[in-house]
Nanobody
Framework: QVQLVESGGGLVQAGGSLRLSCAAS????????MGWFRQAPGKEREFVGA????????YYTDSVKGRFTISRDNAKNTVHLQMNSLKPEDTAVYYC?????????????????WGQGTQVTVSS
């Protein structure tokens, strides 16, 4: 497994942007497809998007298509979530996760490793 640590969350006004980062430790990062999930208060954790091991393919849930972009740098063991045109409904704790099982994996149980999460708050 890889150890994952997210950063970059914060408070932003609606229409603004944030870039989340996820740093991975371990030599096997490039073998993991990576995903981003989010969990709003009182709601279940939901899939946001994923990127394959090479970084050449990405997959997003409909609500963020055209606004969010996932990228990765295998040399630096990092994955990023660029969030543009943010809306109040994007407010949540955002988690990165690694899957050795499947890409694109939209279900939580298909992920082996999870970060601790970073809070994103979008004000109206």
């Amino acid at each position: 497994q890889v150890q994952l640590v997210e950063s970059g969350g914060g408070l932003v006004q609606a229409g603004g942007s944030l870039r989340l980062s996820c740093a991975a430790s371990g030599r096997t990062f490039s073998r993991y497809a990576m995903g981003w999930f989010r969990q709003a208060p009182g709601k279940e954790r939901e899939f946001v998007g994923a990127i394959n091991v090479s970084g050449r393919s990405t997959y997003y849930t409909d609500s963020v298509k055209g606004r969010f972009t996932i990228s990765r740098d295998n040399a630096k063991n990092t994955v990023h979530l660029q969030m543009n045109s943010l809306k109040p409904e994007d407010t949540a704790v955002y988690y990165c996760a690694g899957s050795s099982k499947l890409y694109p994996a939209t279900q939580l149980q298909l992920y082996d490793s999870w970060g601790q999460g970073t809070q994103v708050t979008v004000s109206s």
